[in-house]
Nanobody, 123 residues
Framework: QVQLVEAGGGLVPAGDSLRLSCTASGGTLRGYVMAWFRQAPGKEREFVAAITWIGSLTYYGDSVRGRFAISRDSTKNTVYLEMHSLGPEDTAVYYC????????????????WGQGTQVTVSS
């Protein structure tokens, strides 16, 4: 059983950068896909990025490709999301999620979720 805890959210002005972290405990992430999703009020949960634990293959949603970067540190059981050129449209609660097996951008396929961290980008 894996528990996920996000950190690093906050309030930043437009154009700034922010780094989120997701630390896993309770088991190895070997064989997992780890992902970030976000959800703004009144909107559906949106896929942001994913990374495979083995091989570090990465995937990005269209709205963040080129601005965000996902990475992992296996020694710390931690996933990061580096966000650059932030705008008000990036304001959301950001969730870390994990699943066994292959990549998916569908939140329904993920079994493990953190509680989320709020990112607010002021105009």
């Amino acid at each position: 059983q894996v528990q996920l805890v996000e950190a690093g959210g906050g309030l930043v002005p437009a154009g700034d950068s922010l780094r989120l972290s997701c630390t896993a405990s309770g088991g190895t992430l070997r064989g997992y896909v780890m992902a970030w999703f976000r959800q703004a009020p009144g909107k559906e949960r949106e896929f942001v990025a994913a990374i495979t634990w083995i091989g570090s293959l990465t995937y990005y949603g269209d709205s963040v490709r080129g601005r965000f970067a996902i990475s992992r540190d296996s020694t710390k059981n931690t996933v990061y999301l580096e966000m650059h050129s932030l705008g008000p449209e990036d304001t959301a609660v950001y969730y870390c999620a994990g699943k066994r097996g292959s990549y998916s951008n569908d939140p329904a396929h993920y079994d493990y979720w953190g509680q989320g961290t709020q990112v607010t980008v002021s105009s």
